[in-house]
């Protein structure tokens, strides 16, 4: 009597353990799998441009014959900007027969780093840095502002095709904090610009965008103009002169 109500205490554990795992799935598998589609599949025919063609045997002319595997990551890259900022599997399997690997471990790639877009994207993808000094400095405001101004949820594209909004995690601008990133793939890999723009505001990330939709090119870095680069607002106040070297990095003084 007691083993069966332990075995179906156990049963009822594991059932409940299964349903929980199967929901988180389907968040934390979102961008990690594969559902064929009219434009995304892989009897789709795809192949590099004569143009691009030129360009992957120079990426490959950089690693060695028998480790032309390594060149994956510059070939997917490349061949996101060629198909308009987004990898369908029929390139990826291009990619794979480039570098003369299974199509698994160009996939591989392509689902870890969240560079590489497997969805449709607009000709201008916005990214906002979210990791935490950003975030500190408003950049929810900032993607709110920019959804809010393009009506479109994160991750969709506008129905013009020219802009979508995406996530991504620390840009490495820190200190010039909040900002985006700009993917232009307007003009494709010929034209294809990747630009920071920094200490925005979300009044600013709008007018940034009504620049891009005029076809201009908004000045890419700090976007405060009491900043130059870096430094802070009014210019330094200390280091203001370039620091004299050690001695001991002047052989004839040591």
């Keep these: 009597m007691l083993a069966r109500l332990a075995s179906q205490r156990l049963l009822d554990i594991r059932q409940a353990f299964l349903q929980s795992v199967q929901v988180c799935r389907s968040f934390s598998t979102a961008l990690n799998y594969h559902i064929d589609g009219p434009d995304n599949n892989p009897d789709l025919p795809w192949e590099f441009s004569q143009a691009n063609k030129a360009k992957v045997k120079e990426i490959?002319?950089?690693?060695?014959?028998?480790?032309?595997?390594?060149?994956?990551?510059?070939?997917?890259?490349?061949?996101?900007?060629?198909?308009?900022?987004?990898?369908?599997?029929s390139a990826m399997n291009a990619v794979a027969k480039v570098i003369e690997v299974a199509p698994i471990r160009v996939y591989e790639v392509a689902?870890?780093?969240?560079?590489?877009?497997?969805?449709?994207?607009?000709?201008?993808?916005?990214?906002?840095?979210?990791?935490?000094?950003?975030?500190?400095?408003?950049?929810?405001?900032?993607?709110?502002?920019?959804?809010?101004?393009?009506?479109?949820?994160?991750?969709?594209?506008?129905?013009?095709?020219?802009?979508?909004?995406?996530?991504?995690?620390?840009?490495?601008?820190?200190?010039?904090?909040?900002?985006?990133?700009?993917a232009d793939y307007s003009n494709g890999s010929e034209g294809y610009t990747y630009n920071y723009y920094e200490d925005v505001t979300p009044q600013r990330v709008v007018e940034i965008v009504e620049m891009l939709r005029k076809g201009e090119k908004p000045p890419p870095g700090t976007q405060n103009p009491k900043r130059i680069k870096s430094g802070p607002e009014g210019g330094?106040?200390?280091?203001?002169?370039?620091?004299?070297p050690p001695p001991c990095r002047d052989l004839d003084a040591c």
């Excluded at 950089?62 to 032309?68: A, E, V």
């Excluded at 950003?134 to 949820?153: P, T, W």
């Excluded at 330094?236 to 004299?244: A, Q, V």
Aim: aromatic share 8%; hydrophobic share 35%; glycine share 8%.
């Design 60 to 89: 490959l002319s950089h690693y060695p014959s028998n480790y032309k595997q390594s060149a994956v990551i510059p070939l997917l890259d490349l061949a996101q900007q060629q198909h308009g900022g987004w990898l369908p599997v």
């Design 111 to 182: 689902t870890f780093y969240s560079m590489f877009n497997r969805s449709k994207v607009g000709k201008y993808h916005l990214l906002v840095c979210g990791t935490t000094p950003c975030m500190i400095h408003g950049s929810r405001e900032i993607e709110e502002a920019l959804l809010k101004h393009l009506g479109v949820k994160r991750n969709e594209v506008t129905k013009d095709g020219l802009f979508s909004v995406g996530e991504m995690e620390c840009m490495g601008c820190c200190v010039n904090a909040p900002m985006i990133t700009v």
């Design 236 to 244: 330094n106040t200390t280091l203001l002169t370039d620091p004299k």
